[in-house]
């Protein structure tokens, strides 16, 4: 077992309690008078270096406390200056000669956003009224970007999809986008109509979803299917 502790501290205080008892009677225990005297200010001094390094430790927290609080409110001022600057700037015929000489570099382009997602999940309704609910989930579609899906219709006899309307992207209160086809004509029901839903922003436009057909009464119990581009019949109640 080892008789000094191992901290520093701790080495500093067995000595500080060691060296009165060693003092008493040095030659009692194998050591001289010489030893003793040479052991004591090496004592005095171990404390006093390690009291320093404890007040110096201290006093760093403090200055960094302070340094990091004159820091932030420096950042804090140099951030409102550099909006004024911007702001300055921006009301100029060449807002880049300013930045210029603010020695600031002027703000980046903004990247284009990426185009509306292709529609996913899609869910066909028959209403009441006979009318055609279509839902739909995609990505990069929040309505504040702007993004919008257009709805297209190809009835029976056309050789061409229709646009028909559309309806703006995801909100925070509806995720999930829809769209009502309120003028499906009844000669449609049996051979039914065909519907493709497209994203666009601007003049983006996104990779549009498989045709879906949709066909009325197919089962004789006043349903409808629903066939997408798979072939995967799906029954929806009326």
């Known amino acids: 077992m080892a008789v000094l502790p191992e901290t520093i501290i701790e080495q ?17 225990i ?23 390094s404890i007040a110096a430790r201290e006093a ?15 950042r804090r001022n140099v951030s409102d200056l550099i909006r004024a600057i911007k702001s300055f700037a921006e009301q100029q015929a060449n807002p880049n000669a300013i930045y210029a000489i603010a020695q600031i570099p002027p703000p980046a382009p903004p990247a284009p956003l990426p185009v509306p997602g292709r529609p996913t999940n899609i869910q066909v309704t028959l209403q009441p009224s006979g009318a055609i609910t279509l839902s739909w989930d995609a990505t990069n579609a929040a309505a504040s970007s702007g993004a919008f899906y257009n709805i297209y219709r190809k009835l029976p006899g056309q ?21 009502t086809d309120a003028s499906v004509p009844t000669s449609a029901a ?4 065909q519907y493709v839903i497209q994203g666009q ?5 996104g990779e549009p979803c ?14 409808f299917a629903v066939t997408g581009a798979t072939g995967v019949n799906l029954k929806m109640a009326a």
């Open 60 to 74: 760093s927290k403090a200055a960094t406390t302070e340094m990091r609080d004159d820091a932030a409110q420096m």
């Open 30 to 52: 194998g050591l001289t008078s010489a030893q003793i005297s040479a052991f004591a200010p090496k004592i005095t001094a171990a404390r006093a270096a390690y009291n320093a």
């Open 12 to 28: 500093i205080e067995f000595c500080e309690a060691h060296l009165p008892v060693w003092s008493e009677t040095p030659t009692a």
């Open 190 to 193: 049996g051979n039914g109509a």
């Open 210 to 223: 498989d045709a879906v057909i949709v066909q009325f009464g197919v089962d004789g119990g006043g349903g």
């Open 159 to 179: 050789t061409a999809f229709v646009g028909i309307g559309g309806a703006p992207g995801t909100t925070s209160v509806s995720r999930r986008m829809n769209f």
């Open 201 to 205: 922003r601007g003049t983006q436009v």
